[in-house]
């Protein structure tokens, strides 16, 4: 007796079927775009520092077995790398064994050792933020070049927006807008905002002319030209500007290199430095914390803690009539 087809059935069979492989891609490409352009990026040289490692050890990758990710990890960590970076390379092996529909190796295993290396190393050092005085004196010290443009600017508008490294990266021309009491900035997608749903996020002019981030901006664009494109370029060894967009990694070497060029240890700096100097100065300077999380875009009070509290550590003197 011949099958009974529903309605639905006869339906797709009359249009010839699903197209099964074009949905499967457009699957893949509706999953992978869960994950902002930055994290993608991090994780494909994550994935691809695990496939190598794989092939000198002899072991497969895909599917991996759980063994071999908590090898890979300690190898990782008895290169001196953070328990931090560890993780990250496992949520990278997670993700590239879910996007071939494999299932990714996991149990307590690979938690237990994250979380005893994360105990016997301690508390993980951060990167210092930049305090205001200190970077008067790396802008002093800046070249006055096209780069030195550049760099002015890359440091000055980080730390006035408080964006994160990987949003500063990804500016590009058409997400700056100047209006008479500043710049605002569009964020298409962050860290926190998976989704794309963007935040403008202002900028003020400054009080002085040295330390103005929409001068120092003004000042690249003469520059870099007005032409389509990554807001903050890379430069040539021959010093002249390329059209490649700057990496968050090229931003913290800025930063590294701006702090050592005045005498200050450029391995306690990086990237994340000028957001930090940033939520700390608005601190010091007695900003609320919601003017600061509107600033910075920290999602809860008690992410952008660490830098109130060292912002405010000498806001009140208990002893102020004592000693």
């Not at 391995?267 to 600061?292: D, F, M, N, Q, V």
């Amino acid at each position: 007796m011949p099958e009974v087809q529903s309605a639905e059935q006869l339906t797709l069979w009359d249009l010839g079927g699903p197209d099964m492989a074009k949905l499967r891609l457009t699957a893949a490409r509706l999953l992978a775009s869960t994950l902002a352009p930055a994290t993608r990026d991090v994780y494909s040289r994550d994935w691809a520092a695990f496939g190598a490692w794989c092939r000198s050890a002899g072991r497969r990758e895909l599917p991996a077995q759980q063994e071999t990710v908590e090898l890979f990890l300690v190898d990782t960590l008895e290169r001196g790398l953070s328990v931090s970076y560890a993780e990250r390379r496992v949520a990278a092996i997670v993700a590239a064994h879910r996007a071939a529909n494999v299932e990714p190796p996991g149990g307590y295993g690979i938690r237990d050792l994250l979380r005893a290396a994360r105990r016997e190393r301690g508390p993980q050092e951060r990167k210092a933020a930049l305090a205001v005085d200190d970077l008067k004196r790396v802008l002093r010290a800046l070249p006055r070049s096209p780069m030195g443009a550049r760099d002015r600017a890359v440091l000055l508008v980080g730390f006035a927006s408080g964006l994160r490294r990987s949003e500063l990266s990804g500016l590009d021309l058409a997400d700056v807008r100047f209006e008479r009491r500043g710049v605002v900035l569009y964020v298409g997608r962050s860290k926190t905002d998976q989704n794309g749903n963007g935040r403008e996020v202002a900028v003020f002019c400054g009080r002085r002319v040295k330390t103005c981030p929409v001068g120092a901006l003004r000042g690249w664009l003469s520059e870099r030209g007005r032409g389509d494109g990554p807001l903050f370029q890379g430069f040539r060894l021959d010093g002249q500007r390329g059209d490649w967009r700057l990496s968050g990694r090229q931003i913290a070497r800025i930063v590294q290199r701006s702090v050592a060029a005045v005498g200050l240890d450029p391995r306690k700096y990086g990237g994340h430095s000028l957001r930090a100097g940033c939520a700390t100065a608005a601190a010091e300077a007695g900003a609320s914390e919601i003017s600061i999380m509107q600033r910075t875009g920290h999602k809860s009070i008690g992410m952008l803690g660490r830098y109130v509290r060292h912002g405010r550590l000498f806001a009140v003197d208990p002893l102020a009539k004592v000693l």
